[in-house]
């Protein structure tokens, strides 16, 4: 309380205004997959195409990057993705790990001119370089150059870099360091050492090789790459970090089951991660990709017999779909990301209350295999959401349900704005931590998640022609006893009634006589 000592006008400023709640973002997707270059078991955040490719894709000649890896399906899903309407995205490049740690490139060490038993330039390659780099330590040009000046000139292919007239130091022009890490794509110079005369310490002429990292052969890729481990940030328990996750794609597990690197237990014991992850996680749902080649029969299998998932953090597509590769030639590959960014474009374009189903898929040919009607009411039924072929319509996403078994949570959209309810209100009500647990409190609260979710009902996502009949809040003495006060608890009871999709539209015609006067 402030004090009052002498008489005067006192102007205080007092927070007794509505606190309001902010809707989290719905539309963030993580991939897990292997790329052929670019940081290795942690997550990076990506929001473009672009962006991908300059931070995954491998240097080739001309100074390009190209994404893609040869039986690697993580570029086109992260592709398909933003070209279906996502906007930002984490990837997380998995590399099998030796020891725990993954296979760099030893540093170039280039002699000194005074004496080749000590270093004076130490280069390393760029993160995700993979071939090997020459460097090339010429005199300096030009008339009356610098003391201890000297150019260094960069090779990897028909990609060149020269920096001239660089020094170890400041007196002799442009610090080498400076000069090379703030404009190479190819080295970063790790340290150059400058003790003694500058001319003396300048770094021997002559060519280096800067030798490629030795990557860890991907046959030896297993399902504990993809599976990672949270405290070293890898794989997909890495993800643990990027809290604004909401939907989670592993469709590199196919490419290691093709290649033969996982069997269908193993891609099981992967994708059985996922779940468990998004479980744990519980603000973010995993999008499975069934195993190639299947016929809808063969599905149907896999679905109720070979894994048998119950999860409402869960959905699985099917089939895979064709689109257009690298060389130009249709090729198939797993749905997921696709269908991702079709998820991110129906929470933008309507909201995440609407079910992500009846939408074109951007970017594809066709599907692997038809699905006729008939094979759909087998697979609907058990939560195989079908992408289907339509005359004049297009291919669409023809499916919008969970592997649960619970009615209450069957259909996607359901679980996605819970959620979303859930995260906001979490995020909205961080104030009231160790606030003091009274009436006033309970009151404050109803009124800030009463407020919240009146602007939900407005924007259709809740079922009702009123709020009261959309929602509830009760925070008063009966969700909060004596003994709930006493272990520093404050219970606050919520109600949804959400939207569900019409997934059957059934219209009743018969025949009418027609009426008289």
Same mark, same amino acid.
Not at 132 to 160: C, H, N, Q, W, Y
Not at 198 to 208: F, H, Q, V, W
Not at 318 to 328: E, N, S
């Given at each position: 309380?402030? *004090? $009052? ?31 052929p270059?670019?940081?290795?078991n ?5 929001t ?6 300059d ?16 039986g ?8 398909? $993705? ?36 000590l ?16 460097? *090339? ?9 610098? *003391? ?15 920096y ?6 400041k ?6 360091a ?7 794509r ?11 005369p ?9 060519? $280096? ?9 991907v ?11 949270v ?26 089951y ?6 269908r237990d ?15 996680? +519980? ?25 048998? $998932? ?16 690298p ?35 951007? +970017? ?10 008939? *094979?759909?009411?087998t ?73 919240f ?34 272990r +520093? ?10 939207v ?18």
């Amino acid at each position: 309380m402030p *004090e $009052y000592l002498s008489p005067g006008v006192y102007v205080e400023e007092v927070d007794g205004g509505a606190r309001p709640i902010e809707g989290v973002g719905t539309a963030t997707a993580a991939f897990v997959g292997m790329a052929p270059s670019g940081p290795a078991n942690k997550p990076v955040l990506v929001t473009n195409w672009s962006q991908f490719v300059d931070t995954f894709g491998a240097l080739e000649s001309g100074g390009r990057r190209n994404p893609h890896m040869n039986g690697a399906y993580l570029s086109h899903a992260v592709y398909g $993705y933003f070209l279906n309407g996502g906007g930002r995205c984490y990837v997380t490049r998995v590399v099998p790990q030796a020891n725990g740690s993954t296979p760099v490139a030893e540093p170039l060490q280039i002699p000194s001119r005074s004496s080749k038993a000590l270093p004076s330039l130490t280069v390393s390659g760029k993160d995700g370089q993979n071939q090997d780099v020459t460097v *090339e330590i010429a005199p300096p040009t030009g008339e009356s150059p610098p *003391e201890g000046s000297f150019t260094i000139k960069l090779r990897m292919g028909t990609v060149e870099e020269s920096y001239e007239n660089v020094s170890l130091g400041k007196r002799g022009g442009t610090n080498v360091a400076d000069a090379v890490n703030t404009a190479s794509r190819l080295v970063t110079i790790v340290e150059a050492q400058t003790t003694g005369p500058i001319a003396e310490r300048a770094p021997e002429i002559g060519s $280096y090789t800067l030798r490629a990292p030795v990557m860890v052969a991907v046959e030896k890729l297993d399902s504990t790459d993809f599976v990672g481990d949270v405290s070293q940030r890898s794989g997909m328990e890495g993800l643990e970090i990027a809290e604004d996750v909401t939907m989670v794609a592993c469709p590199d597990v196919m490419a290691a089951y093709q290649a033969g690197l996982l069997d269908r237990d193993g891609v099981k014991s992967v994708q059985l991660a996922m779940i468990a992850h998004c479980e744990r996680m +519980g603000d973010r749902v995993a999008i499975l990709d069934p195993l190639p080649d299947l016929s809808p029969q063969e599905v149907k299998r896999w679905r109720e017999v070979e894994t048998n $998932y119950d999860s409402k953090y869960a959905t699985l597509y099917y089939p895979w779909i064709k689109v257009t590769g690298p060389d130009g030639r249709p090729m198939a590959a797993p749905p997921s990301g696709h269908v991702a960014g079709i998820w991110a474009r129906s929470d933008t374009e309507r909201g995440v209350h609407k079910a992500p189903a009846n939408e074109v898929v951007r +970017g594809a040919l066709e599907p692997v295999s038809q699905v006729t009607k008939g *094979e759909q009411d087998t697979l609907n039924p058990i939560g195989v959401n079908c992408i289907r072929s339509f005359t004049g319509r297009g291919l669409r996403v023809w499916g919008a349900r969970t592997l649960s078994s619970d009615p209450a949570w069957r259909y996607i959209n359901v679980r996605r704005l819970f959620n979303y309810v859930e995260e906001s209100i979490e995020a909205g009500t961080q104030w009231v931590v160790f606030e003091p647990n009274d009436p006033d409190l309970w009151a404050r609260v109803r009124r800030d998640i009463d407020a919240f979710l009146t602007g939900v009902w407005r924007d259709g996502m809740l079922f009702g022609r009123t709020p009261a009949e959309a929602f509830y809040v009760k925070c008063d003495e009966e969700t909060n006893p004596q003994d709930v006060r006493d272990r +520093g608890q404050m219970i606050v009871e919520i109600g949804l009634a959400p939207v569900k999709p019409a997934e059957f539209v059934i219209f009743r015609i018969s025949q009418w006589a027609g009426g008289g006067a």
